[in-house]
């Protein structure tokens, strides 16, 4: 089994930073891909960021490409997204996710793709 807890989340202004955080435990994921996921209310929920295990393939949504950074160590059981110059549309929560398949080559970016789930964190970003 494997469980995910994201943090960092917070209420920020326009053009601030925010470092998501997420903790794995339970089974290794080093040789899996994981994900940032977000989620609006009323909103289907959209991917935001994804990094194979090895670093070498990583993919950003077009909302986020330039502003976010998603990030991980070999053989860490920790994940980050560095959300800099937030805007309001940033406003969602946000989740990590894990792929039980190992040792992708190409970042996975649809939900159906990973199946270990964190809670989220919550993100809000005023004017």
């Known amino acids: 089994q494997v469980q995910l807890v994201e943090s960092g989340g917070g209420s920020v202004e326009a053009g601030a930073s925010l470092t998501l955080s997420c903790v794995s435990s339970?089974?290794?994921?080093?040789?899996?891909?994981m994900g940032w996921f977000r989620q609006a209310p009323g909103q289907e929920r959209e991917i935001v960021a994804a990094i194979t295990w090895d670093g070498g393939h990583i993919y950003y949504a077009d909302s986020v490409k330039g502003r976010f950074t998603i990030s991980r160590k070999f053989g860490e059981t920790i994940f980050f997204l560095y959300a800099n110059n937030l805007k309001p549309e940033d406003t969602a929560d946000y989740y990590c996710?894990?792929?039980?398949?190992?040792?992708?080559?190409?970042?996975?970016?649809?939900?159906?793709?990973?199946?270990?789930w964190g809670h989220g964190t919550q993100v809000t970003v005023s004017s």
């Open positions: 339970g089974r290794p994921l080093f040789a899996s891909a």
């Open positions: 996710a894990a792929d039980q398949r190992q040792y992708r080559t190409v970042a996975p970016i649809y939900a159906d793709q990973f199946e270990y």
